[in-house]
């Protein structure tokens, strides 16, 4: 006799199923197409190319993959330089700025031609050593220029970095010293040997060798840097012949005169 409410229960149970997908069910249809939207926006990855050359190794071999990583990693190390330099140029004023007499210039070919331009990044990198020059106590009228060159044009064989400014600049000698500072506290950066100074022709130049981590592999990179009244640069390279140099055993007086070849055949009269 009380049989009948048994199956009066199964009736709400049996509708909660129905009811459970309708509101669990809906967004799912809906869940793949917004996924799905952010996919194709992100194929501007052509732009970026060289991240994919970073991390994706069927798209070129090791040693390319590495030298592509060195290399940016060397130009934001020294842009940091010049700009950690700029920051600090306007710690002790004097009164007066140097007339406006000479530029920073990347030629197309460097160290009696040997070297050739690969890419002139003043646009993009050296932009923002203009940027954080804006306002600074010591300088003047500054244009950050940053190039990087290679034997012949063949990346293969090495990369040379020149980043540094033109302008009007007085505290010369703590800018170079700053540069030197800077270059040592780049990203995977540190200072192998410390900063030397070099009186060559008259012009003084400040150098050291980093020792770079890149890919879990160690690199060798000699860095110098001069600063005058009108012009300043660092200048670091990186070669697949001295990559793994014993930082100590790098001829830092020879890169020292190397750099100052390239101080006089980037440094030109303005006009």
């Known amino acids: 006799m009380s049989m009948p409410p048994p199956p009066q229960n199964p009736g709400p149970h049996g509708q909660q199923p129905p009811q459970a997908p309708g509101p669990y069910g809906s967004p799912y249809p809906q869940a793949p197409y917004p996924p799905q939207q952010p996919h194709p926006p992100q194929q501007p990855y052509p732009p970026q190319q060289p991240y994919p050359g970073w991390g994706v190794p069927p798209m070129a071999p090791p040693p390319k993959k590495r030298r592509v ?11 940091a330089t010049v700009i950690a330099a700029l920051i600090v140029i306007g710690a002790v004023a004097e009164s007066g700025f140097p007339a406006a007499e000479h530029k920073l ?17 003043s646009a993009s990198e050296g932009s923002k050593i203009s940027e954080e020059a804006d306002g600074a106590w010591d300088a003047k009228d500054t244009h950050g220029v940053v190039g990087t060159y290679s034997p012949g044009g063949d990346e293969a064989k090495g990369t040379l970095v020149v980043s540094g400014m033109y302008g009007r600049f007085k505290n010369t000698d703590e800018a170079r010293e700053n540069m030197m500072k800077g270059a040592g506290e780049g990203d995977g950066a540190t200072v192998a040997v410390p900063a030397k100074e070099f009186e060559l022709d008259g012009v003084t130049l400040s150098c050291e060798v980093l020792a770079e981590e890149h890919l879990g592999t160690k690199i060798t990179v000699p860095v110098c840097a001069w600063a005058d009244g009108n012009t300043g640069a660092t200048v670091a390279e990186v070669t697949t012949a001295a990559m793994n140099q014993d930082p100590e055993k790098v001829d830092l007086e020879a890169f020292a005169r190397k750099t100052l070849t390239i101080r006089a055949e980037t440094r030109k009269p303005i006009g």
């Open 69 to 79: 990583g060195l290399v940016l990693g060397i130009v934001g190390g020294v842009v």
């Open 105 to 121: 210039t990347l030629p197309r070919k460097l160290l009696d031609g040997k070297y050739e331009l690969v890419d002139d990044l």
